[in-house]
């Protein structure tokens, strides 16, 4: 039997442990911004997600480096036309001892998609039209037209299958407090052939939620193994505080790191002047600020060289220096002010940490170097601008206009750009969808709605030694690869 670590409430009683050892337990302090908050359908706090996709594995799932491999389904096929996946169930038997079956995989499938009908995965999924078990151990999903990202998406730990009669895995959880400590199943309980000494080469895998200011000084101290969830706020706290302990990893994420305009009166009631503050930005400033290298700024919401998505449009403003791009936003707030014979103020809304410190710092002085006056929030208060930080759950155009649908965002949304959609998804052919995907692009960037700066920052703390660990652009790491489980 493995011997679990100590037993957890909170991350201070681990002051008498020290990760570095080799007891047989790898822990992770996983930042959450509300660390024991209840799981919702859509905003699972991530290290709820991370043990969901553990412990309730889909058809497929991620690897360590964000390639999806075979979990419930041990293989599958695409038909030509690419609108039908066929995939084959592994047979092995649940803990009640009743055997899988794809007849249970599919209704559990059907019923994640009513379930997030509505939401933004939803959207994703209203290209499923059909889920049939075709028999005993194949399921057949049919599509109203190709999907190349569907594996990606079907790999969500939204999608794993809840089963009335026990977990699928690849792990099981117990619960000591707020500590999830997980176990990875011997291969024979998942329809493989036995491993000797599982025990002996596998490793428990504990899941501390928490803040960033704790994860980083347990880290510091030698008492977890990695820290896991990392964004732009609590950035600095790695930079800074842990670096002599362990390397900081980064993702090289899909995603959107923007500002919403969520109120839309005063000087922002026109989209052109909303434009201004999209003018004003120096993003690539942005980029120095955070001293990273490699991170993308971008001006558009869809990231060039997508799969299946044509649309020729480069960065906004081609040829317009930054210089012009302010004298330009200057002259619409001096405008304004003289019409109105007021000031222009905008409110930003920004998580809290020392990331988000230097984020308004820095969007405070290029606001003002167009005359505008930036302030920061308190918590409650209400704001004109607020943060959107997301990373994209697959490698598609869809996905990334789907997050601006006014049933999901409706502050922050365009009808026209949603008809466009649909006409998108009704598209008879793929050149025909792309063109109304960029349309979409193009309306919903002409309202000036959403500020787009560049990539979403993840990052976590890995010591030397722990395995099963590699950044990928989904910023999703699974818990399975490490427990060194070698199947």
């Not at 991370?50 to 293989?75: K, M, S």
């Not at 923007?258 to 839309?264: E, H, K, M």
């Not at 308004?360 to 302030?375: E, Y």
Request: glycine share 8%; net charge negative.
């Amino acid at each position: 039997m493995h011997r679990i670590g100590t037993s957890l409430l909170a991350l201070a009683a681990l002051a008498s442990c020290t990760a570095s050892q080799d007891d047989g337990v790898v822990d992770i302090a996983f930042i959450d911004p509300e660390p024991y908050a209840s799981p919702g359908p859509e905003a699972a706090p991530q290290s709820q997600r991370a043990i969901r996709a553990a412990t309730r594995q889909g058809l497929v799932r991620f690897n360590q480096v964000g390639e999806v491999v075979p979990a419930l389904a041990e293989r599958w096929i695409v038909t030509d036309d690419g609108r039908s996946y066929i995939f084959r169930i592994t047979e092995f038997d649940l803990p009640d001892g009743s055997r899988l079956t794809a007849q249970a995989v599919a209704e559990s499938f059907r019923r994640k998609i009513r379930q997030h009908e509505g939401d933004s995965l939803g959207l994703d999924l209203a290209k499923v039209t059909e889920v049939r078990a075709m028999t005993g151990r194949v399921i057949e999903i049919r599509l109203s037209s190709p999907m190349p990202a569907l594996l990606q998406l079907l790999a969500q730990p939204e999608l794993g299958i809840d089963l009335e009669r026990g977990e699928a895995g690849p792990m099981s959880v117990t619960r000591e407090g707020n500590v999830a400590i997980l176990l990875a199943i011997p291969p024979e309980q998942r329809g493989m052939a036995e491993q000797s000494n599982w025990d002996g080469i596998t490793r428990a895998v504990e899941v501390i939620p928490t803040k960033a200011p704790a994860a980083a000084r347990a880290f510091s101290r030698g008492q977890v193994d990695a820290i896991f969830g990392g964004r732009m706020a609590s950035l600095p706290l790695a930079v800074t505080d842990a670096l002599s302990r362990g390397t900081v990893r980064l993702d090289s994420t899909l995603g959107l790191f923007g500002l919403d305009v969520i109120r839309t009166d005063d000087f922002l009631a026109s989209a052109a002047n909303r434009e201004a503050l999209a003018l004003a930005i120096d993003r690539t400033g942005l980029v120095q600020q955070f001293n990273l290298g490699g991170w993308a700024d971008t001006t558009r919401i869809v990231p060039a060289g997508l799969p299946a998505y044509t649309a020729e449009q480069g960065e906004r403003w081609p040829g317009v220096s930054l210089e012009q791009r302010r004298a330009r936003a200057s002259s619409l707030v001096r405008a304004w002010e003289s019409a109105t014979s007021n000031s222009v103020e905008v409110m930003i809304d920004l998580p809290t940490g020392p990331g988000s410190d230097i984020l308004f710092a820095a969007l405070q002085r290029d606001f003002a170097a167009v005359g505008i006056d930036a302030k920061r929030a308190r918590p409650g208060q209400d704001a004109d601008l607020a943060l959107r930080d997301e990373t994209a759950r697959y490698a598609g155009a869809r996905w990334f206009l789907n997050q601006f649908h006014c049933s999901v965002s409706p502050r922050v949304c365009s009808p026209d750009a949603d008809y466009l959609m649909q006409l998108a998804l009704d598209a008879l052919n793929p050149a025909e969808e792309a063109s109304y995907l960029a349309e979409a692009e193009s309306t919903l960037l002409s309202t000036n709605l959403y500020i787009p700066l560049g990539a979403p920052i993840r990052w976590s703390q890995v010591r030397a030694g722990v395995e099963g660990f590699s950044e990928n652009a989904w910023a999703f790491h699974p818990l399975f690869p490490l427990s060194r489980a070698p199947i």
